[in-house]
């Protein structure tokens, strides 16, 4: 059992999160029911509901895949192939060359994409009220996106996570996490990201370092497909840029109407950065946890962050930081889908004219997306790889940890930990050196972990090696 998890403090805070999680739940049902979300507006809301909980389903299968994914990826799958087929099957080619690297590429554009669709169909519309609920409640739960947020990063994500970091055989090993990762990369071979592979290109010149080659190089109609993605890929991120701040100046977006033009603009960028900052943090703060004193420098922004991470709280700040960052990053991108998604009307005139159907489909949120995961989230992740020590010498860096700190020290999101207990009771899951044993144990039978696809899991889930707040570790 984990230390502090029974204390009275973290058992108040199990309870609280808890209680807003279902009543969250129940108030994003309720305005389904009663029309008053983006989808639902139209009068479906039962097709509503259901997209509502597929993606859900789907952001949740998305998240805790990648912590299973990247977790095994140092494994010899030889070790689960009879006591866990699907896992092995999906660890068969994703252990191939650059294949984990195209999986994550694509789950990063499906996730965020995922999470637009879930703010399309359960987000509230302005004039939202519910069952004569107080105006306080209306202002704080439903035009704040409050209770979108804190269902979303509970219950799509961090829920998940938690079991999947140290449960990762048993999660993944079913056909519905098979078509997941075979969904991330096809996502990833359409092209539509590819123009992050130009800017991996361009940080690491910049940074004088070699890019690790994990298969032989392209060339001939391999090297003129990969470009032929790259320049698709620029045409399409620069279209929707352009496409979306005309229709932020036309006032044509899902953003709340009180919002001045100007100030929409300047929101959306200033949210980009936001998550950017957030992203490539978690890179940066998992990059210069290897370093020594020496290597880290003198600079005081950057001491400063290393004390708080690697040398308070025993070191539980570093996966708290993560907690927080979630819930950070989910409520930049409920923002975020507000700003760049459209809402034209059939009788009112297209953004920069452009046909019905195109307007049709930018009114689904796909070009935020796509902005999201290119220029929000894997450049600055490049970014942070390739300078993780400069990364943390500025003072936005160590705002932005003590924020993040503070909210997973008001235990908001520990209903989590409450789902992810039960999850694991009802689907049976067991920890991984149940079937495969330790590392040590591992390498005593000639079966090693491979140390070159060592990947930093933390960095990415933030929960591998530390006693979870409030779980079960047994």
């Not at 539509?192 to 592979?197: A, D, K």
């Not at 975020?336 to 195109?358: F, Y």
Request: charged share 15%; glycine share 10%.
């Amino acid at each position: 059992m984990a230390e502090g998890e029974n204390d009275p403090l973290t058992l108040f805070k199990n309870f609280y999160s808890t209680c807003l999680l279902i009543f969250s739940a129940i108030c994003i049902h309720g305005l389904m029911l009663t029309n008053q979300t983006g989808l639902s507006k139209d009068g479906n809301s039962i097709g509503t509901i259901i997209l509502f909980w597929a993606a859900i389903i789907w952001l949740a299968m998305i998240e805790g895949g990648q912590a299973s994914h990247v977790g095994l990826a140092p494994l010899n799958q030889e070790l689960y192939k009879e006591s866990h087929p699907v896992s092995y099957k999906i660890a068969e080619h994703c252990n191939k060359g650059a294949n984990l690297d195209r999986y994550l590429l694509g789950r990063q554009f499906g996730v965020i994409f995922v999470v637009f669709c879930v703010n399309l169909s359960g987000g509230p519309i302005g004039t939202a009220t519910l069952w004569n609920m107080p105006e306080w409640v209306i202002t704080v739960f439903f035009k704040t996106g409050f209770s979108m947020i804190l269902f979303t990063c509970m219950v799509g994500q961090l829920n998940t996570q938690v079991n999947a970091s140290i449960c990762m055989l048993d999660f993944i090993n079913n056909y519905f996490s098979l078509f997941t990762y075979w969904g991330c990369i096809f996502v990833e071979f359409t092209g539509f990201v590819h123009f992050s592979y130009a800017i991996s290109m361009i940080v690491h010149n910049l940074a004088g370092q070699q890019m690790e080659q994990k298969e032989p190089a392209k060339e001939g109609f391999d090297l003129l497909f990969f470009w032929t993605r790259v320049l698709f890929s620029f045409g399409i991120l620069s279209f929707s840029l352009v496409i979306t701040i005309a229709a932020l100046f036309e006032g044509k977006t899902t953003m709340w109407e009180s919002v001045p033009k100007v100030i929409a603009v300047i929101l959306f960028f200033g949210l980009m950065s936001v998550v950017g900052m957030l992203e490539g943090m978690q890179i940066a703060f998992f990059g210069v946890a290897k370093l020594t004193e020496e290597e880290r420098g003198n600079n005081k922004w950057a001491l400063s962050t290393c004390d708080i991470l690697y040398n308070r709280r025993n070191g539980l700040n570093l996966p708290g930081f993560m907690i927080g960052r979630q819930l950070t990053v989910v409520t930049c991108f409920f923002v975020v889908a507000r700003v760049t998604t459209q809402n034209v009307g059939d009788d009112e005139k297209n953004v920069m004219g452009i046909s019905d159907g195109l307007q049709g489909f930018l009114n689904l949120g796909f070009q935020g997306a796509l902005i999201t995961t290119i220029l929000a989230s894997i450049s600055w992740q490049l970014v942070a790889g390739a300078f993780p020590v400069a990364f943390l010498s500025t003072p936005v860096t160590y705002v932005l940890l003590r924020i993040c700190l503070f909210l997973e020290g008001t235990g908001i999101c520990n209903g989590a930990w409450v789902l992810a207990a039960i999850h694991k009771s009802i689907a049976g899951f067991q920890r991984d050196e149940v079937y495969i044993g330790t590392a040590e144990e591992r390498r005593s039978r000639g079966m090693k972990d491979n140390s070159k696809r060592e990947i930093d899991m933390p960095a990415l889930s933030g929960f591998s090696g530390v006693n979870l707040p409030g779980f079960r570790s047994a």
